[in-house]
């Protein structure tokens, strides 16, 4: 029966004459009794296929109108059509007709096209546009500020000014985090299983490669536009090379912000998309995915490779290490989803990259604190700006000290834990990367202030201004996550170096005053002195603390407390010296002619007039009379 019916489709004959053949057939041999249901059967199968052909035909000939566009129900019997000649090719064979299977053929491929270009249109009409002011909305902002220096001594010391909470100035904003719950639709919902349909027929017919190109350029173009929306910008490493800091900061600021969104919300939502259009073919929907999240991925990672390979300054790092935890707090994530290991590859490399730069980076800014050279005395005597710009940059450091500590463990100077790098004996613990650096950081500025103390050619001076720079030290430390990193014991010695400052202010400032107020050389007992010696005595100690007062108003101590306690510490070294001294030679000169010319103050007047040292604001004392005693 078969020979019979292939003899027949060789002759090309019309299907009614096939039929009236097959039955001639049927009578030579009455093993060929069921011809007639089987002429029946291919006559059905030949009605289905006509059928199916019209339809995809049809749509082909009105190519101006897509099926999905105005009726769900034509597109139900297009995809019905296709449906019918896929089942009925699924049993030819070589042998079988090749008529009927080069019109099997050329109607799948009309249907291809038509389904290629309704899913690519089906993609781009149903985009959800990112919403980033509902992502930033979502994001949990931790901010460290800081207000402009306004002491210059060098480019590489003059943006750091002081880091308080209710500081107003520019803001350094620490990266943010994004919940876990955060979900976007990439794609309207509706729009899901009309891919779907469409997908799986194009899959089935083995157009596979055309289904993922269309999926893959619609896609990549999306997620292009949400990196436009998220401030992300197309630029060549040449390009980021060459862009100012101030706007550099900004790209940088974005891309941290970029990164999280492009991985924790992005491509995870771009995953969950290809899993529901593409399911039940798993090579699939990983082709798809990869080579979207591809593009996007590598736009990204552009951007981090430049900035890790650009120049280093001071001021980068925080951003070079907000754009390193960033990365590094996406790469689980991104590793977990990508199995493309190109991609995951550069990660990692450009990850290295930062963390690199950042170590430098750090590097660059010891060797800068140990070679700041500037030769200008701060006037007055007040804090010098490196001492703010070190001590607020580890202040901001701090936040970083996990990140830190990984990045310098490598470092090959690394101490093991035998002794502190300024001489300090450890209690238990064993010194940190982190903790080693700073201190080492913060011994080179204790000793570059030392050099900068002998700028001053009045050795009083020089003991103020290294107390009003240690305090500060001491003060930044003790006030923030500094304390807990160089602990107690760092504290207690800089503090003794202070009050170690103070006696030697004293000492050389103070000296010379109360030896005026000494019994030796006066000749006599309180009751017989010379009054000529206690005129000079008097007459020189005024002299003496008149100057003190003019020189010593203008210096300027800006800690109210340290201020106080070196006023304190001065009126018990001076009041009590003073008021003895006039108890006990007083007498002699009052009964004389012209007495307050020589016992000008109280004891009372001095101290009143010591509450006027270190304001900052140059006072004279102008032959002011003694106050009458009560």
Partial sequence: MATAQQILKSLNTPKEVREDMLLIFSSFDNRLSKITDLIHTSSALEDRFDSAEKVILRYDSNSNSLAWEDSPEEAREYLSALDEILQLCENLTVEDDKDFVD???????????????????????????????????????????????????????????????????????????????????????????????????????????????????????????????????????????????????????????????????????????????????????????????????????????????????????????????????????????????????????????????????????????????????????????????VMNYLKLLVVYIETLDSLLESDEDELHGSERVDGDKLETERVSPVTRHFQSLISTLESNLEEKSRLYEDAAIQYIFLMNNIWYVVQKVKDSELGNLLGDHWVRKRRGLTRQYATIYLRSSWSKSLSFLKDEGIGGSSNNASKVALKDRFKNFNACFEEIYRIQTAWKVPDPQLREELRISISEKVIPAYRSFVGRFGSQLESGRNAGKYIKYTPEDLENYLLDLFEGSPGVLHHLRRKSSS
Avoid at 219 to 240: F, N, P, T, W, Y
């Fill in 103 to 389: 019109r099997a053929d050329t109607a799948i491929q009309i249907a291809m096209s038509r389904l290629e270009d309704e899913f690519r249109h089906i993609l781009i009409r149903n985009t959800v546009p990112l919403d980033a002011d509902r992502l930033y909305g979502s994001i949990r902002r931790v901010s460290l500020s800081f207000v402009s220096n306004e002491g210059v001594i060098g480019d590489e010391f003059e943006s750091f000014g002081e880091v308080d909470n209710d500081s107003s100035g520019c803001f350094h904003e620490r990266g943010a985090s994004i919940g876990d719950d955060l979900f976007v639709d990439l794609i309207n919902p509706d729009a899901v299983v009309e891919l779907r349909e469409i997908a799986d027929r194009m899959i089935r017919s083995g157009y596979e490669k055309e289904c993922c190109q269309a999926y893959t350029s619609v896609r990549r173009e999306a997620l292009d536009e949400c990196l436009v929306i998220l401030g992300v910008e197309k630029l060549s490493i040449e390009d980021v090379q060459k862009v100012e800091w101030k706007d550099l900061d900004e790209k940088m600021k974005k891309w941290i912000q970029a990164v999280k969104i492009a991985v924790r919300v992005l491509l995870t939502g771009e995953k969950r998309l290809c899993d529901q259009i593409f399911y039940g073919s798993d090579s699939i929907k990983e082709i798809c995915f990869n080579e979207t999240a591809k593009w996007s991925m590598m736009q990204l990672l552009n951007f981090g490779e430049a900035v890790s390979i650009g120049n280093r300054s001071s001021e980068k790092l925080f951003r070079i290490l907000d754009m390193y935890d960033a990365l590094a707090d996406a790469l689980p994530n991104l590793q977990a989803m990508v199995t493309d290991e190109f991609v995951c590859s550069e990660a990692k490399g450009v990850l290295s990259g930062l963390g690199e730069a950042a170590r430098a980076t750090f590097s660059e800014f010891e060797k800068a604190v140990q070679g700041e050279t500037s030769r200008k005395p701060m006037q007055n005597g007040e804090i010098h700006p490196i001492t703010r710009y």
